[in-house]
């Protein structure tokens, strides 16, 4: 086994797009085929969903994700924030709603944005997790 | 917390399962080898993404299976240090708070990293114990009896945020004499490498200890030696902990804005 990506510079995921991996890979094929006699027939089913997948699945499906995660991912990424890609995937699965939490996620929030900015993120995360209400 | 890592291996397919012409029997190999494992100083792998190149096929002598060198994706959990996290607890103990994301549950978060001023009050049971950040400064005292006052505690099943302090990956090895540790590795420290004595090779190569003792051979040696990843976190700052603590705050702001206007 030998590892070909570089672990200092990985393609992050947000947990929204593992949920959706997950949920792919754990449905029940759709088959209409009739079936077929199991008689000298090789055996490719695939393994059964692992408990395992099944609890990621309902830790990731337990937090609320956004509802257009796309949009809110553009919306963070535009050169108006400058923000890092860690501070925005951290943004959509947290959905951070108060001060606090924001500034733990985006560190010295006062000192790197004019002032407002910090409120209009909130703002921008709020209207992206109070549209699935 | 998650991203993706490219990795080749090389499989065996069963002959059995010949003549499919499709990529299904190598998806069932991986999704049987990879998930649920950790790989060292990598993470947990959680599922496979996809399959970016399939090699030709080599058949080994005296084996009738087809071993084909693949190249693929994988999904792999690992948070890095400073990320926020959420979580359950799993279990409140004087030495700190464990906490579960219910497929991964060796994360804690030391007492030392807890808010502070903090004390431990412990339960009537050993699994109710509580830890409680108050005003008063008694750091470390631990109280038997709780009063009648609202006071900010994190109990077992509570949904917490924290921070990501650092992952420490332990690599052990099992071999005729027990089991070893051959190396540890952690985001903030440099790697730590167990001295380790020359052996017979027909003790060590190939061989693995049994659970409930005997040796077998081990079947790949890719997870001849097992990895475990701990993650410890750190709950010191403002915003984590309990959702409910800062929104509690930010609307007791707002109603004192209100009554100065």
Partial sequence: ?133 | MFFLSTIADTLRINPSIFGTGDTSSIISAINAKYPQKVIMDLGLVISLYDILRVGSSLIHPADGGAHFEVVFRVVVFKPFCGEVVKGRVRNCTREGIEVSLEFFEKIRIPYYNIFSPNRFVEGKKRSEGKWVWDDHENDGDVVSDESDREELAITKGDLISFSVDSVQFTGKNYSVKGVHTLEISSTNDDKIKMPTRKRSQSFDKGMTWEEGGGLKKAEDSTFTTTCEMEILGSMKEDGLGKNDWWEAEEEEEGEEEEVET
């Avoid at chain 1, 070909?4 to 997950?22: A, F, G, R």
């Avoid at chain 1, 449905?27 to 395992?52: C, E, I, L, M, R």
């Fill in chain 1, 1 to 133: 086994m030998e590892i070909l990506s570089s672990p200092q510079q990985p393609d992050l995921l947000t947990n929204h797009e593992v949920m959706t991996l997950l949920t792919s890979n754990l449905a029940p094929p759709k088959s209409k085929k009739k079936p077929v006699s199991k008689k000298n027939q090789p055996n490719t089913k695939s393994p059964p969903p692992s408990a395992f997948q099944t609890s990621a699945l309902t830790y990731l499906t337990s937090l609320p994700p956004p509802l257009s995660p796309l949009s809110l991912l553009r919306t963070l990424s535009s050169p108006k924030y400058s923000l890092e890609k860690t501070e925005i995937i951290q943004l959509v699965n947290l959905l951070p709603d108060n001060l606090p939490l924001l500034n733990v996620v985006l560190p010295e929030v006062e000192e790197r944005f004019e002032e407002g900015v910090g409120e209009e993120i909130l703002e921008v995360v709020k209207i992206a997790r109070g549209k699935e209400k």
